[in-house]
Antibody, heavy 121, light 107 residues
Framework: QVQLQESGPGLVKPSETLSLTCAVSGYSISSGYYWGWIRQPPGKGLEWIGSIYHSGSTYYNPSLKSRVTISVDTSKNQFSLKLSSVTAADTAVYYC??????????????WGQGTMVTVSS | DIQMTQSPSSLSASVGDRVTITCRAS??????LNWYQQKPGKAPKLLIYAASSLQSGVPSRFSGSGSGTDFTLTISSLQPEDFATYYCQQSYSTSYTFGPGTKVDIK
């Protein structure tokens, strides 16, 4: 059974860099699939942040691209998110998720439980 | 970016009701449309992918239809555990976007 678990600081200061990790169990990232990050501000909808393949190939939300870096560590079977120069608008629950195999099967089919990150001094 | 809209934004329904939620894309996305259910404090759950394919383990009372720009999620007979917020999401463009959500609550 594939499981994803987010981890990282719950509080980040404005202008600093938010860093989160998603640990994958029950499946080897090196075997395939894309993996992604999605966030949800309190009381609001879902926003895709970006995705990465096990090879390291990435694609990002254009509105966040200048501040986002997603990386993968196949030796630890995990992938990570860095979001720089954060403001209060980046306060959200951050989810990691697995994207399907591609083509018409590109939905996010497995999700982590989410982790709340607050940006405040 | 492809913009996604949903209607209604919220609805009240009773157990046993047939519920229909509409999602519209700002341009044609073929059948690259997915539906998720989210309950308070929980991660979204995939219900439907490729507009009409039921995700494994999802009850058959959920169905999806549509192609191009207009899509529908139907719950044939609403159950108590179906009260939640539903989101559509396009995967036609790799800049994935979600609809704003439709909250289904108890009448």
């Amino acid at each position: 059974q594939v499981q994803l678990q987010e981890s990282g600081p719950g509080l980040v200061k404005p202008s600093e860099t938010l860093s989160l990790t998603c640990a994958v169990s029950g499946y080897s990232i090196s075997s395939g699939y894309y993996w992604g990050w999605i966030r949800q501000p309190p009381g609001k909808g879902l926003e895709w942040i970006g995705s990465i393949y096990h090879s390291g190939s990435t694609y990002y939300n254009p509105s966040l691209k200048s501040r986002v870096t997603i990386s993968v560590d196949t030796s630890k079977n995990q992938f990570s998110l860095k979001l720089s120069s954060v403001t209060a608008a980046d306060t959200a629950v951050y989810y990691c998720a697995r994207r399907g195999l591609g083509g018409l099967r590109s939905a996010f089919d497995i999700w982590g439980q989410g982790t709340m990150v607050t940006v405040s001094s | 970016d492809i913009q996604m809209t949903q209607s209604p934004s919220s609805l009240s329904a009773s157990v046993g009701d047939r519920v229909t939620i509409t999602c519209r894309a700002s341009q044609s996305i073929s059948s690259y449309l997915n539906w998720y259910q989210q309950k308070p404090g929980k991660a979204p759950k995939l219900l439907i992918y490729a507009a009409s394919s039921l995700q494994s383990g999802v009850p058959s009372r959920f169905s999806g239809s549509g192609s191009g720009t207009d899509f529908t999620l139907t719950i044939s007979s609403l159950q108590p555990e179906d009260f939640a917020t539903y989101y559509c999401q396009q995967s036609y463009s790799t800049s994935y976007t979600f609809g704003p959500g439709t909250k289904v609550d108890i009448k």
